[in-house]
């Protein structure tokens, strides 16, 4: 059973251009949601996070989304760059010892 | 300052083989983990360890087991090696502190069981 459901699996987004990565979870526990990125051959490293208490945060290019009454939460990343393209993940984590369920992986890529 | 280190970076096992992989981390992290990842299924925990010493197991832990006898290493081990256990191995480490979840993620070991 998937507890975090992510999409799409893959998004192809022209230089400059919106792109837009949904996640939605069952778990109403769950109380931090970290995006990670992974380049090929690298490992994940976090992008960004956010808390339940608020709506949308913001850092550089990226944010994120925030809806818990629809438990939905997703990345946009504004004026999306070549540099950009690598798969995504979204998480969620609730009580202690900061264990993530991972959704299963956007890949993006990025035309010039 | 090399964040979480991981050896071997890619192992051929034959089934039923053993081998054992080895996470180090600089960052006098308490919490780790081990995780492997799978086309189309994301990143699934194996095992993880909240201080040395501990160990507990995570969503996928049938094949695996683990030991933290110091606090900076976290040792995978595979005792009898299944084709279904070919896959990309990540271990992880994060602070206890409430507020610095960050999981820091090494480079990754390519495990392929024939």
């Known amino acids: 059973q998937q507890q975090v459901k992510q999409s799409p699996q893959s998004l192809i987004v022209q230089k400059g251009g919106i792109s837009i990565i949904n996640c939605a979870y069952e778990n109403t526990a769950f109380d931090y949601f970290p995006w990670y990125q992974q380049f090929p051959g690298k490992g994940p490293a976090l992008l960004i996070a956010i808390r339940p208490d608020v709506s949308e945060k913001k850092e550089g290019r990226f944010t994120i989304s925030f809806n818990k009454s629809a438990k939905q939460f997703s990345l946009h990343i504004m004026d999306s760059q070549p540099g950009d393209s690598a798969t995504y993940f979204c998480?969620?984590?609730?009580?202690?010892?900061?264990?993530?369920?991972f959704g299963a992986g956007t890949r993006l890529a990025v035309h010039p | 300052n090399a964040g979480v280190t991981q050896t071997p970076k890619f192992r051929v096992l034959k089934t039923g083989q053993s081998m054992t992989l080895l996470c180090a981390q600089d960052?006098?992290?308490?919490?780790m983990y081990w995780y492997r990842q799978d086309p189309g299924m994301g990143l699934r925990l194996i095992h993880y360890?909240?201080?040395?010493?501990?160990?507990a197991k995570g969503e996928v832990p049938d094949g695996y087991n683990v030991s933290r006898l110091k606090k900076q290493n976290f040792l995978l081990g595979l005792e009898s090696a299944a084709p279904s256990q070919t896959s990309v191995y990540f271990c992880a480490s994060s602070s206890l502190s409430r507020g610095v979840e960050t999981q820091y993620f090494g480079p990754g070991t390519r495990l392929l069981v024939l």
């Open positions: 998480a969620a984590s609730s009580g202690g010892y900061n264990k993530l369920i």
């Open positions: 360890s909240v201080g040395e010493g501990t160990t």
């Open positions: 960052m006098n992290h308490e919490y």
